[in-house]
């Protein structure tokens, strides 16, 4: 494959991409995606969607074939601590038609956005294809080099849109700084169990002693679990070999332990997820726009990436289409919309270290006065307008009729 020319080059087909995508095709203009994986396979990521992203992709018309091919819809957030629950987030009682949290495999949300972008003769998809270079000149990017089996294209546009993750290449190639904020006092070793029984209705982060254990039920038959360690203490806790992870993992989480020492039988069961927050220096340079987590990394806590990664990309899809009629792809042309999202994306970093301190801390302090405050904070009106927050983010960003 050799030359190809485009309005838009965007680097990552994930959530954030590819919705990207599709709002651009859908409007005309002309869109090459890079994506660096042949599979829409993406275990161990984000696969709890809040209600705000639901409501954008249902407005695409993607929610309900992604849920139809396999989901499960959860009713509340709870935090539990020995079986008394401190926390009770009941999503029914939201407004609007999506009071619920779903539990929904990436890979459906991704193969849907796909399907539907292929329906448009501007969409090209390079599958298997990763960003190596960016091309330009003068500071300006002007297209990016792909490294393929099949040869490697160069793709010119008038924008490249790096959604690459959180690792991104693109940002790296640019020579933007990541602004890791090491501001979590926990990562997460994920791991899935079988799923007997009713399914779950709900997200539990439950402390039972020992570290904190967020679960999930994982379509079509798995718990999900996310045990939480001290942050950077893998390695050290590793080298005690997985049997003695397991017990600590075990006593974690008491009505569950037959089922951990069934079902951890390696390290290789195991996922660490090096849990940070990520602010990239920049967001936008001339003829280049950073979104989602290649411009700024979530914890967990709270399920809060898809839902950014998508209201990004539905957010800047008005203003691609006005800076490609108007010519106009400069770092200054980003400025407002860099500026609006950088706001909510500060709040919900704000929430999430609250959270994360609040209901993930092992100190002997927290743990006495937890119950306590718990039962303080969430009648107040703080707690709801946090709650909103977390279930909708920026409630103004719409997909255009
Ligand atoms: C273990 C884990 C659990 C999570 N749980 C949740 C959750 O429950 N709810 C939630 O909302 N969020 C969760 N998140 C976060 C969520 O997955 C991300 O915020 C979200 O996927 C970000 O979307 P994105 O499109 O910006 O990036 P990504 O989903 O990371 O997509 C980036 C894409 O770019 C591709 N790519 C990378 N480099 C290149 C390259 N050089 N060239 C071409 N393509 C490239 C990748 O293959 C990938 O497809 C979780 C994350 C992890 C890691």
Redesign the pocket.
């Known amino acids: 494959m050799a030359d190809l020319t485009t309005d838009f080059c965007i680097?990552?087909?994930?959530?954030?991409?590819l919705t990207l995508a599709l709002l651009l095709v859908r409007s005309g203009a002309r869109v090459v995606v890079?994506?660096?994986?042949r599979s829409l396979d993406?275990d161990?990521?984000?696969?709890?969607?809040?209600p705000g992203g639901q409501a954008l992709l249902d407005a695409l018309g993607v929610l309900d074939p992604a849920l139809a091919a396999g989901g499960y819809a959860m009713d509340r957030f709870q935090l539990v601590e020995h079986g008394r629950t401190l926390i009770d987030a009941d999503y029914r009682g939201l407004p609007g038609p999506f009071g619920r949290l779903l539990s929904l495999p990436?890979r459906h949300v991704l193969e849907e956005l796909l399907a539907q972008c292929g329906k448009f003769e501007e969409f090209v998809h390079l599958g298997g294809?990763?960003?190596v270079r960016l091309l330009g000149s003068g500071g300006r990017v002007e297209g990016v080099e792909g490294d393929r089996a099949a040869g490697s294209p160069t793709v010119h546009a008038h924008c490249v849109i790096g959604?690459?993750?959180?690792y991104?290449?693109v940002r790296r190639l640019a020579g933007i700084e990541a602004g890791r904020l090491d501001v979590f006092d926990q990562d997460v070793l994920?791991f899935r169990l079988p799923l007997s029984g009713p399914v779950p209705r709900e997200v539990r982060i439950f402390r039972a002693g020992g570290n904190p254990v967020i679960t999930y039920p994982s379509y079509p038959d798995s718990l999900q679990v996310g045990w939480t360690l001290p942050h950077g203490r893998y390695r050290a806790l590793a080298e005690a070999g997985v049997g003695e992870l397991r017990e600590r993992i075990a006593r974690a989480m008491p009505p569950y332990a037959d089922l951990v020492r069934a079902s951890i039988t390696s390290a290789r069961d195991l996922t660490l997820?090096d849990v940070f927050a990520g602010d990239a220096a920049e967001w936008a340079r001339d003829g280049l726009v950073l979104?989602?987590?290649?411009a700024h990394t979530?914890s967990?806590i709270g399920?809060?990436?898809?839902?950014?990664?998508i209201q990004d990309a539905v957010a800047l899809h008005g203003v691609l289409l006005d800076s490609l009629r108007r010519r106009d792809a400069t770092a200054r042309f980003f400025e407002p919309y860099v500026r609006d999202r950088r706001r909510t994306i500060n709040r919900i970093t704000r929430i999430q270290i609250m959270q994360s301190k609040a209901m993930l801390s092992t100190g002997r302090l927290g743990g006495a006065l937890r119950p306590r405050i718990a039962g303080l904070v969430s009648r107040t009106p703080a707690y709801r307008r946090v709650f909103d927050t977390i279930a909708f983010g920026d409630r103004t960003i719409q997909v255009p009729g």
């Open positions: 680097v990552g087909g994930g959530p954030a991409g890079l994506e660096r994986s993406r161990y990521r984000g696969e709890i969607l809040q990436q294809c990763r960003a959604a690459d993750g959180r991104s290449k994920w997820l979104i989602g987590d290649s979530h967990p399920a809060q990436g898809i839902n950014l990664a």
